[in-house]
């Protein structure tokens, strides 16, 4: 298995606070990806990265912001968290881009109340 | 902007029976196209994938072929297993290209339960 871990696991928290996802990995790739998964949706890219400090937003970035300070992390942040911000987060890493398999993480399900 | 739709599920179906799961695609270029599959409680895993117009990918009896004509790329198993209950997904990405940032745009998933 890809060495991909995502923390929190799980966390609830009230609309207004920040909230930071934080995705590691030992595989150095190169490539790592935020999704969002949502009944009736499948899976839609938040942000992505192509390389430390080199991101870029995906179909759903209003509300988040992302940091990748070197090559093992990848964060994703709520800045203020809203209810429809309600969602499982996956996290996914590639060698490289094109159709490479992506790896994924095991995600973090965030409640916003 | 690409999209992927898949047949609506959930399907059930019984061991040893036929599977068919449909996904058609819209897209610029020519986009590589995949099928992931999620177990209960974990992350997405690639089942299999297609990257040129008339390749069959294929894994653990899962099979697909990718038809540019029709713009699909439908799952198919010829006699599935209680084990192969899950979630799959269809997926396409920007290109088999080195320079794509692998990007992928997912359909909607289709729950699958096969029972004894």
């Known amino acids: 298995d890809a060495g991909i871990t995502q923390s929190p696991r799980h966390k609830v928290t009230e609309t207004g606070t920040p909230v930071t996802l934080r995705c590691h990995q030992t595989?150095?790739?190169?490539?790592m990806y935020w999704y969002r998964q949502d009944p009736g949706h499948g899976l839609r890219l938040i942000h992505y990265?192509?390389?430390?400090?080199?991101?870029d937003k995906g179909e759903v970035s209003d509300g988040y912001s992302v940091s990748r300070s070197k090559t093992e992390d990848f964060l994703l942040t709520l800045e203020s968290a809203t209810s429809s911000q309600t969602s499982v987060y996956f996290c996914?890493?590639?060698?490289?881009?094109?159709?490479?398999?992506?790896?994924f993480g095991p995600g973090t399900r965030l409640t916003v109340t | 902007g690409d999209s992927v739709t898949q047949m609506e599920g959930p399907v059930t179906l019984s061991e040893e029976a036929f599977l068919t799961i449909n996904c058609t695609y819209t897209?610029?270029?020519?986009?590589?196209l995949f099928w992931y599959v999620q177990y209960p409680g974990e992350g997405l895993q690639l089942l299999l994938k297609?990257?040129?117009?008339?390749d069959k990918g294929s894994n653990k009896g899962f099979e697909a072929t990718y038809r540019k004509e029709t713009t699909s790329f439908h799952l198919e198993k010829g006699s599935v297993q209680v084990s192969d209950s899950a979630v799959y997904f269809c997926?396409?990405?920007?290109?088999?290209?080195?320079?794509?940032?692998?990007?992928?745009?997912f359909g909607q998933g289709t729950i699958l339960t096969v029972h004894p």
């Open positions: 997926a396409l990405s920007e290109g088999a290209g080195g320079t794509s940032y692998g990007k992928l745009t």
């Open positions: 595989e150095n790739h190169r490539y």
């Open positions: 990265s192509y390389g430390v400090k080199d991101t």
């Open positions: 897209a610029t270029g020519y986009p590589s």
């Open positions: 297609a990257t040129k117009a008339d």
């Open positions: 996914a890493i590639s060698e490289r881009g094109g159709a490479y398999e992506q790896y």
